[in-house]
């Protein structure tokens, strides 16, 4: 018989830190008075049915597997449930490690007035999510399968010039010579047929992407902006459901990473490199991106900013790209929040520049 979760106390819970994993949860509850009056252990089957039985009160929860899964049911429950990023919950655990000590340190740190939380997705929101790193980890893997074939084909004296264009001459020259044995032929074209696979099913996932973002006005107004196109909108739109949960365009790039370290004291400011905090895929699109516009700036092509001329005249290439990725971020985080399509002239102003 199924042990039944045992009546939650009668006392006004304020406040429930929840430390999740895949089949034990422990949660620490605290009253008005900041009394712990809550120390339990679950199954993850006895989650749901004790969590029905409480008032609706504010539970917390890192942002890990499955916290979004409990949040959205918590949430139905009719419960104010909240995620906090790992990293700003290890800081209030005292002393060990251990589930009830995590679960202390959640309570306490959600308690805080200036903590940040992570935006619940939705269960939508995670199947786009899915999507986009089906196509990260396509990608990834067409990167490391080129990488290979070069690689074997310098050991047979036949290299080739940079880019993905540049492999299937490549494989029909390892195909029409001579010298190369005839097992390493058969493997080639056992890479030569993955790398096509691999080149249908990458087609097939951007077509579905490039459906989502017909489908969603946000990524489409994100996309107008130079450098942002369709895969970097639908990134932004998937990985931000909440942009008003930022409180300015700068907190914006800061959680992208792409702001620079503070190292200052005393006084004196010292600015780093960027910090590379937050998500690293959503990162380097950008970066990506603005470095496509700047490499055209530097051809003498388009219609760029005198911000972004005087920029690439003064920096290097990589810090330009740097520098104009945070000022797309802060473009597509005020697109994203006030509801505006993108504005060249608006973007080109001086004080938007300054900002920025």
């Not at 006895?46 to 890990?64: D, I, N, R, Y």
């Not at 893997?141 to 540049?166: D, P, S, W």
């Not at 590379?276 to 530097?298: H, N």
């Amino acid at each position: 018989m199924r042990s039944q979760p045992r009546e939650p106390s009668v006392e006004k819970l304020i406040r429930i830190g929840v430390d999740t994993s895949k089949s034990v949860f422990q949660l620490h509850g605290v009253n008005e008075s900041e009394n712990v009056v809550l120390r339990r252990k679950l199954q993850r089957r006895q989650m749901l049915s004790f969590f029905a039985q409480l008032e609706p009160t504010k539970v917390g929860m890192e942002a890990c597997g499955g916290s979004h899964y409990w949040a959205r049911e918590l949430r139905a429950l009719g419960h104010e449930v909240v995620l906090l990023a790992p990293q700003y919950a290890k800081m209030y655990v005292k002393r060990g490690k251990n589930d009830a000590a995590d679960a202390e340190a959640i309570c306490e740190a959600m308690s805080r007035p200036t903590m940040r939380f992570v935006g619940v997705k939705t269960a939508d929101q995670q199947a786009a999510l899915m999507l986009a790193g089906l196509r990260e980890h396509l990608v990834r893997r067409r990167t490391q399968l080129t990488n290979t074939i070069r690689g074997h084909a310098a050991e047979f004296g036949l290299v080739t010039a940079k880019g993905l264009c540049r492999i299937e001459p490549l494989l029909a020259r390892i195909a029409a010579d001579g010298s190369v044995p005839l097992l390493a032929k058969d493997v080639f074209g056992t890479f030569a047929q993955e790398l096509r696979e691999l080149e249908v099913r990458l087609a097939k996932v951007e077509a579905e992407l490039m459906a989502w973002h017909r489908q969603n006005e946000p990524s489409q107004r994100l996309a107008k902006i130079p450098g942002v196109g369709p895969i970097i909108a639908s990134m932004l739109v998937m990985k931000a459901p909440d942009p008003g949960a930022f409180r300015s365009a700068r907190h914006f790039a800061a959680w992208i990473g792409l702001t620079p370290k503070d190292h200052s004291t005393a006084g004196k400011t010292r600015l780093g490199v960027i910090t590379r905090a937050g998500d690293e895929t959503l990162r380097s699109l950008l970066v990506v991106g603005a470095t496509a516009v700047v490499k055209q700036v530097t051809r003498g092509k388009g219609s760029p900013s005198p911000w972004l001329l005087e920029l690439v005249r003064r920096k290097p290439a990589k810090l330009a790209a740097v520098a104009l990725a945070n000022k797309m971020a802060r473009i597509a985080w005020k697109l994203m929040v006030s509801g505006e399509s993108y504005q060249p002239r608006r973007a080109a102003s001086p004080v938007l520049n300054k900002v920025a």
